[in-house]
């Protein structure tokens, strides 16, 4: 597997979570991966991105000082710390792995199974 979504699960609002993507070592070694998310009868979205070697990140709006990205290099593991959850995040998590700094889901050629985020109370 090269790519591995874990740590969905079932939320009350205003709860934390953490999601976790974990990498085989050839899929970790591109430049860039992201968290992406696809709510019911929506269009998938970006969420947050992490450039593997500087750890520079970006966020979508909807997200920022919320969610927080973040990698373990020798883990091959990329997380994203859910705090304050809303209803609205209930969604499909997906992490890829690309070679741009973008948050355009067609820039990532590789792509994990989700992981369902649903908050609900």
């Known amino acids: 597997v090269q790519l591995q979504a874990s740590g969905g699960g079932l939320v009350q609002p205003g709860a934390s979570l953490t999601l976790s993507c974990v990498a085989s070592w050839r899929t970790y070694s591109s430049s860039v991966i992201g968290w992406f998310r696809q709510a019911p009868g929506k269009e998938r979205e970006f969420v947050a991105l992490i450039r593997r070697s500087s750890g520079t990140t970006l966020y979508a709006d909807s997200v920022k000082g919320r969610f927080t990205i973040s990698r373990d290099n020798p883990k091959n593991t990329v997380y994203l710390q859910m705090n304050n959850v809303k209803y609205e995040d209930t969604a499909v998590y997906s992490c890829?792995?690309?070679?741009?700094?973008?948050?355009?889901?067609?820039?990532?050629?590789?792509w994990g199974q989700g992981t369902q985020v649903t908050v609900s109370s």
């Open positions: 890829a792995v690309g070679s741009s700094f973008s948050n355009s889901g067609s820039d990532y050629k590789i």
